[in-house]
């Protein structure tokens, strides 16, 4: 059924199992069916109260994802692919869950994943060589296997502010947002937070309220998503050509297929890039903007350039100088997550939206009436928090895992994330991470990334029973390589020089790391690959 699960409806839990997976997004719902395939048995813990992850919790208005939805789908059933009916081009928060929910049906999903239960502790006991794991609710299984499907942006942050518990008025995080309808009608509405999320959020929030007030940290950089419906025939083609384009995603390097730039934006003249730059502003997508030379993600002068035209955009659309002006980024274009956005720019010329640049004026603190800046005090009805997350490790950090001799796996990693492929740590025996820190992740179509994991995963434990092994975890040795791999890369690119979440920037005290791998899906496939032919070279298999 389809029906959300009430408490009382909680599923019994075994006791012991091959598989726990922590997660019923994209990635725990794909690995569940994979597992059952091969045989496991499992069991899926979820802190929400149905499937979909990402898209179960991040309800603000305006949530979209950014990757087409034709793309941004399954592919391992061609008869799923064949049957649901994309509507956008760029779905919305409930098309997208919908789907998920639709995935859980068709598989029938929901009979192995206990909901409103988050996982908090999981140690591994060297002698049985299993892990023993607990929940909020109280239950202990025996798994062979770990897998941490826990996403790499769902521990969600709040901003470091005095006097934030002191508010009196409704608060609200764009990634726990409420399951029914907020109606900001007539309200006097703060926003802190200029990410994808705030983006996304402030144009829809600005056609509700009397007044909408927005504190921006840093600019993002966003293009305008021309959304629109899907046409009959563009389905069609996509549907009657699936699975070549399938290989043409994996194969590429965000998994999404690009055509392969050629030439450096320092040899175009201004007139061609001004029209190549425009193609990709018109086509609505980010992929085709840092795609469109060879250099603009790795060379700062050539990244200067696609800046520049961008801060022209921006300043022929917000019609107040100092207001177009405070929107213009300065780092590098590319090196935070660029956003998709419908109307962002053109929601600061209307009369009810005010822009507070914090460079200028700092927030204080939060009072119980509203925010207070070095300026002034500003009083509002409601607070919308669009402050972010703890990425990539925070979600894998947050649970008390304890590996070999009960290290702590957040005590290991405290000065940075170490992984080998991304899909495992040392001293972690069968411990699983899909889409983990040094692999593709969020430089990639999550769903792409997703699904190579999760196959890589089943893989390896088939292997392993195969073989009548019972363990594996990465070489130390290994694991070295492929972190200074993974640094080798980053360092090549511009991406290091932004105080982004992908450097953990975003967070107090998180180390300085850039924790996704920048090598391209295609290439680290081919890795993955490699690795499991050579027998899983660099992973110990006992
Ligand atoms: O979070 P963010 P998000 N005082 O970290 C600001 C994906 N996503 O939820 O940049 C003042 O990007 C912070 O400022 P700064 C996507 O991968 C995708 O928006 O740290 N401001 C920043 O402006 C995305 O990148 C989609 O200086 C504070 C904002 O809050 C990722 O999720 C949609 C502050 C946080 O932005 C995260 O996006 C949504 C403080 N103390 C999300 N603390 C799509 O598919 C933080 N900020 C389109």
């Known amino acids: ?113 206990v909901f409103r239960t988050a ?34 942006l769902s521990a969600s942050k709040l901003p470091e502010i005095p006097g934030l518990e002191t508010y ?42 009397a007044h909408l007030t927005v504190f921006q940290r840093t600019p993002a950089y966003s293009l305008p998503a021309r959304n629109r419906k899907l046409t009959v025939e563009e389905i069609a083609d996509m549907k009657a050509r699936y699975r070549a384009y399938r290989k043409e995603q994996q194969e590429s390097g965000f998994g999404v297929p690009t055509a392969i730039p050629t030439k450096s934006v320092l040899e175009a003249s201004e007139e061609e890039r001004n029209a190549v730059f425009e193609q990709a502003w018109e086509s609505g997508s980010l992929v085709n903007l840092l795609t469109a030379y060879t250099d603009l993600t790795i060379d700062q002068e050539a990244n200067d350039v696609a800046k520049r035209w961008i801060h022209g955009k921006i300043k022929a659309i917000v019609e107040d100088p100092q207001t177009a002006e405070d929107l213009c980024p300065d780092y590098p274009v590319g090196t935070k997550r660029p956003c998709l956005d419908t109307g962002y720019y053109e929601t600061y010329n209307r009369a009810n939206v005010s822009l507070i640049n914090l460079r200028r004026e700092p927030i204080v603190e939060i009072t119980p009436r509203g925010i207070r800046t070095e300026a002034r005090e500003y009083e509002f009805d409601a607070i919308v928090y669009a402050t ?18 009960g290290a702590s796996l957040a005590e290991t990693w405290s000065a940075g994330p170490r992984t080998y492929l991304g899909i495992g740590t040392a001293g972690f025996p069968n411990l699983f991470m899909i889409t983990g820190p040094g692999s593709p992740s969020v430089l990639s179509n999550m769903i792409v990334s997703i699904e190579q994991h999760v196959d890589w995963v089943c893989d390896a434990i088939e292997h392993l029973r195969a073989q009548g092994l019972t363990t594996i975890e990465p070489q130390p040795e290994a694991q070295d390589a492929w972190v200074d791999h993974v640094n080798e890369v980053a360092s090549a690119t511009l991406y290091p020089k932004a105080n982004s979440w992908y450097m953990g920037a975003n967070v107090p005290g998180k180390p300085r790391v850039f924790m996704p791998y920048a090598g391209g899906v295609g290439e680290y496939r081919k890795k993955c690959d490699e690795v499991a032919r050579n027998g899983y070279e660099g992973f110990v298999l006992q």
């Open 388 to 405: 972010g997350f703890d990425a990539m490790t925070g979600a894998l950090t947050k649970v008390d895992i304890r590996g070999r001799g």
């Open 119 to 152: 996982v908090t502790a999981a140690h591994y006991d060297e002698a049985a060589k299993t892990w023993q794991v607990r929940t909020d609710q109280g239950d202990a299984v025996t798994a062979q296997y770990l897998v941490m499907a826990t996403g790499c």
């Open 168 to 209: 009196e008025g409704a608060t609200y995080h764009t990634a726990h947002w409420p399951h029914e309808d907020v109606d900001f009608t007539g309200k006097r509405v703060g926003i802190i937070g200029t990410g994808s999320s705030g983006v996304q959020s402030i144009p829809v929030i600005a056609e509700q309220a």
């Open 1 to 113: 059924s389809t029906a959300e699960p009430t408490a009382a409806e909680r599923r019994e839990v075994p006791g012991t199992v091959d598989v726990v997976v922590v997660g019923a997004g994209f990635a725990g719902m794909y690995l569940l069916h994979e597992l059952r395939l091969a045989g496991l048995s499992a069991v899926v813990f979820e802190k929400g109260t149905d499937v979909g992850g990402t898209w179960y919790w991040n309800r603000y208005p305006g949530a979209r994802v950014d990757v087409e939805s034709l793309a941004y789908s399954y592919s391992f059933d061609p008869d799923l692919e064949q049957r649901f009916e994309w509507q956008e081009r760029y779905p919305t928060q409930p098309e997208i869950l919908a789907y998920a929910r639709h995935v859980a049906d068709r598989f029938d999903l929901r009979r192995d994943i």
